[in-house]
């Protein structure tokens, strides 16, 4: 009994330390429950109060939260809305000012000045300017905008961009450097030619009819030692080509040769001595003087009478709407004349912002066909000839130079206008292999430069030799247009095709700070499509009218053109293949690869 009762304390003492501490426990938790005469504990009643306390706090922040989700909302809202709100402020904001200067310093060249007028008066008048209007709406506009959108998927120049995302159209970079090599020694013959014009039109010498220049143009200069040595010079090279070769009557091709010279040592120096952006600004600054010398011609012509002739020499002929001729040379001008076909455009858009690229581009369209009609309409003023006796770019600064015997200082002005501009469409059409070679940080890069410049001089002495002067026009033909239309055509193979439009607009959405419109894509893709059967069908409507002409050297240019393109495309194709060997690709993986179509 001793024991079981010792045991039985035992039990009660450790019964009551359990309690104790379980009490204790309790207490950290909660106080001591104490009957409160209500039916209940009061440590019930304590934890429904706390229960209580905690859901309301609970549902005050959660409510603190919502209110605060809606502000953020409303304010995101009031963002958009007064990013709506603004309007027409923000459509004539200074970005969209400056992209539209900026597009439209490249959209407007020498021929805008030479070739459209000659285009508009032997394909119907006004008959081409609807046609040169829908092209520009249907094939230039869409495939501007569609490159534009590309530049802006890298910093990259528009050379090495074709490399980066779609490998197997690595061609492309060296395409573009090449039409724009081409087209530059065309322009500077032409510019060229107004030089020599100018300075005899500010010297009062004015031919007769029967030839272009006279031997007293130029009497200063024809008695420097330099032109005696040059003169004999190309006399000696005429009669070496072939002794069937004319000889020179007058010092026409003296001049122009040594002018050309001149001229190039000119771009070589300005390309040596300024960098890019440099030169962008003096490129600007010339397209300005070019824009007010044409404003004031303009009023200078803009009469009653005046406008009654033009409309007469544009009177419409509808036969020539449905004619093939006339849509080829009207898709060959616009493609050279808004340098399309050089990628210079995307020079401008290398900035991440492009808010209003699309208006910018159109008012930039617009500007061109405004200018290319107004230009025709001053150059028929002061030309003051038939138009069937302007055959040539050539004959119509001819026909401007006629008309200074007047004393009239106005056709003066015209002559410089021609070439500012042309000096200015040069510098545009340089801009992307300059780009590139500073772009690439090349050790010697006043050599790639020199030899840019070189080999552009080169090319535009071949019409001062007889030997060479026919090679002259097939590389206008063969090399500038359809080359061109051919190069622009794979442009947009590799972006709507192989890249894919879904895609580019999809990586740009967020840049933009929006969505990727299905809409905005389905518009795209179907502009695209639209510009490269058009141009494809334009290329090989040119080739096969061309084709048929006897002589082989403008096919043989087409052919080494298009050979570059192909070798490029290779040698990228080639380059990745090394960088992708250590992955297990298969051969689809690997095509998607090179394709670009690869995430």
Partial sequence: ERNTSQNSSSCSDTSRVISSWRSQDDVSVSPRSVDSGMGGSKISLENANKSFKSKSKNNHNRQLTNSMRKESHSMLWEEEAARTNRGCSSFLSLQTLYKYLSLSNFMITL?????????????????????????????????????????????????????????????????????????????????????????????????????????????????????????????????????????????????????????????????????????????????????????????????????????????????????????VSAAMLAVVSTNLHSGVIMTSNRESSSEYTGVALGLASITHLVFCVLMTHVLYFFTSVKPGNINSRESVMMMIKHTVSSGNAWHQINLVTIFLLGVASILSKLMVPLTYIEDKTFRAAWLKKFGLILSMVTMSLLPYFPETRNIMTHLETWGVEISSMIVTSMTLMAIVWCYGVT?????????????????????????????????????????????????????????????????????????????????????????????????
Avoid at 140 to 154: D, E, K, N, V, Y
Avoid at 160 to 181: D, E, M, N, R
Avoid at 511 to 530: D, E, H, V, W
């Fill in 111 to 327: 021929p805008c000045v030479l070739q459209f007028p000659l285009m508009t008066l032997r394909y119907g008048g006004a008959t081409f300017i609807i046609v040169y209007t829908i092209l520009l709406l249907i094939l230039i506009f869409p495939t501007a905008l569609l490159q534009l959108l590309f530049s802006r998927m890298s910093q990259t120049n528009p050379v090495s961009i074709w490399a980066k995302f779609v490998p197997i159209s690595a061609g492309i970079g060296p395409g573009l450097v090449t039409t724009s090599i081409l087209c530059s020694s065309v322009t500077l013959v032409d510019t060229a030619q107004s030089l020599i014009y100018m300075w005899s039109s500010f010297r009062n010498d004015v031919p007769p009819a029967d030839t272009y220049i006279m031997n007293h143009h130029h009497e200063q200069f024809k008695r420097s030692p330099f032109f005696m040595k040059m003169n004999p010079m190309h006399q000696r090279m005429n009669l070496s080509l072939s002794e069937e070769a004319p000889m020179l009557s007058d010092d026409k091709d003296s001049l122009l040769l040594v002018e050309t010279l001149i001229a190039g040592a000119f771009l070589l120096i300005l390309t040596l001595l300024l960098k890019t952006s440099r030169l962008r600004y003096l490129q600007c600054i010339l397209q300005a003087i070019v824009i007010i010398l044409m404003v004031a011609m303009l009023i200078q012509s803009a009469s009653s009478s005046t406008f009654s002739m033009f409309s007469t020499a544009l009177s419409p002929d509808w036969s020539k709407m449905w004619e093939s001729s006339t849509w």
């Fill in 503 to 599: 895609r580019m607009v999809q990586k740009l959405a967020p840049k933009n700070g929006g969505y990727s419109s299905p809409i905005r894509i389905t518009i795209l893709q179907l502009m695209g499509n639209i510009g490269l059967v058009l141009l494809s069908s334009f290329a090989g409507l040119a080739i096969f009218t061309r084709a048929q002409e006897s002589c082989l050297i403008g096919p043989v240019i087409a052919i080494l053109v298009m050979a570059i393109v192909i070798l490029s495309s290779i040698i990228g194709v080639c380059i990745l293949g090394r960088r992708e060997r250590t992955k297990t690709l298969s051969w689809k993986d690997y095509f998607m690869e090179i394709a670009g179509r690869r995430s």
